[in-house]
């Protein structure tokens, strides 16, 4: 006896694309709070002019994904008010640690999203290139943002790895949470 295609209950295409819309608006709408906090903080220095970069592509990358959710119908996450709050903490308190701390939050969470991004491109490669190459690009400009934050001395931040471990844990559980919430 085969097993049909489709059960009730079982998660389809547009369910997953859906989700992935979901989790990457929030991811992004994080990331831009992230840097708000350390741009609220930090007011000179050497980082500063990188994470204004950063930050403005991170905007960039916002607006692609509201027009998604717009275009495709897709429920944004009830977890914003949180992510509202919690990025712009995460970036204020790594900011009040020093450039360097600000720079290994960047990495952190730009590491946990490159693997995130890699997932959904996988995924997305034969159903849906629009979508996958959105988020091929997105993926890029994250990359590049973990090599720049490295650039900027990300690893001599005290307690780097503490850090680290901390804040992609914190990514990890944002993702998990934003998919379903």
């Known amino acids: 006896m085969t097993r049909p295609a489709y059960l009730p209950g079982d998660r389809t295409s547009a369910t997953d694309t859906a989700r ?24 000179r ?3 500063v002019g990188a994470i204004r970069e950063m930050a403005e592509q991170e905007q960039r990358h916002l607006a692609q994904f509201n027009r998604l959710t717009v275009e495709r119908r897709v429920r944004p996450t009830a977890l914003s008010p949180l992510w509202h709050v919690a990025g712009y903490a995460l970036g204020a308190v ?6 360097r701390a600000a720079m290994a939050c960047t ?27 959105t988020i091929r690009a997105a993926r890029a400009d994250e990359l590049a943002h973990r090599d720049t934050a490295l ?20 990514a990890r559980l944002a993702i998990w949470l934003s998919e379903r919430i």
């Open 20 to 43: 992935m819309i979901r989790v990457d608006q929030a991811g992004e709408y994080g990331a831009t709070r992230i840097y708000q906090g350390q741009l609220a903080v930090l007011r």
């Open 45 to 47: 220095g050497r980082a």
């Open 94 to 99: 790594t900011a009040l640690l020093g450039e």
């Open 107 to 133: 990495v952190a969470v730009e590491e946990v999203i490159d693997g995130h991004y890699a997932r959904q491109e996988e995924a997305l490669a034969a159903n849906d290139a629009e979508l996958a190459e």
């Open 151 to 170: 650039a900027h001395d990300a690893k001599e931040a005290p307690g780097y790895a503490l850090i680290g471990a901390a804040i992609k844990t914190g």
